[in-house]
């Protein structure tokens, strides 16, 4: 069956470091892969979406990978800041395409120590 | 842009009891999504309307949810004699007609408590 895994435990780093989040999907051939953010108690919010044919892709201090032979996709946060605390979710197109349903992994906790 | 809005944004019913959830989507999106989330897992997709029209149902969801979308704007989800492994946030979330990889627009969910 189709799955999305990303690492359970939560991140600790210092800020100023690079965050990396990874997520890991088997069963599946996405043409595209989005990253969200979710604070606690609050929906995600968007944040990155990268096609199958894009290797790399930027935004500010975020850069998402997305290697489709490995069957994963590497979130970066460089200079990391107390601020980018959070859970940080990757997400699919699942099922039919036609309808526009994303499966979500469980999510990765970002913890930055000032 | 107001967001997409939910309604309540936390409910606390006793097991039995029967709970409805509101979702007014960002006003110019045609295509509305429930999903589920609990504590340390991703949301779980559970529905979803094009317009009025409800064209996917998880098998997550059991007979007593029911969810409408009235004249395609905005939606309910209701919950029938309820049951604490109901207690979750409920999320709702919005997109305009366009690509099937457009981003969703989350609302700030109704977290749900059965005692």
């Known amino acids: 069956s189709q799955k999305i895994e990303q690492n359970s435990e939560a991140l600790n780093i210092q800020e100023g470091k690079t965050a990396t989040l990874t997520c890991n999907y088997t069963?599946?051939?996405?043409?595209?892969l989005q990253w969200y953010r979710q604070d606690p108690g609050r929906g995600p919010v968007f944040l990155l979406l990268i096609r199958e044919n894009e290797k790399e892709k930027r935004k500010e201090r975020l850069k998402v990978t997305f290697d489709t032979t490995l069957k994963q996709s590497l979130f970066h946060i460089t200079a990391s800041q107390p601020a980018d605390s959070a859970t940080y979710l990757c997400?699919?197109?699942?099922?039919?395409?036609?309808?526009?349903?994303?499966?979500f992994g469980q999510g990765t906790t970002l913890q930055v120590k000032p | 842009d107001t967001g997409v809005s939910q309604d309540p944004r936390h409910k606390i019913t006793k097991r039995g009891q029967n709970v409805t959830f509101r979702c007014d989507p960002i006003s110019e999106h045609n295509r509305l999504y429930w999903y589920r989330q609990t504590l340390g897992q991703g949301p779980e997709f559970l529905t979803y309307f094009q317009n009025e029209a409800q064209l996917e149902k998880s098998r997550l969801l059991s007979d007593r949810f029911s969810a409408e979308r009235p004249k395609g704007s905005f939606s309910t989800l209701e919950i029938q004699r309820t049951e604490q492994g109901d207690s979750a946030m409920y999320l709702c979330?919005?997109?305009?007609?366009?690509?099937?990889?457009?981003?969703?627009?989350f609302g700030n969910g109704t977290r749900l408590t059965v005692t």
């Open positions: 069963n599946y051939s996405p043409a595209y």
């Open positions: 997400a699919l197109l699942g099922g039919s395409s036609n309808t526009g349903k994303l499966i």
């Open positions: 979330a919005s997109v305009s007609q366009g690509a099937y990889n457009s981003p969703l627009h």
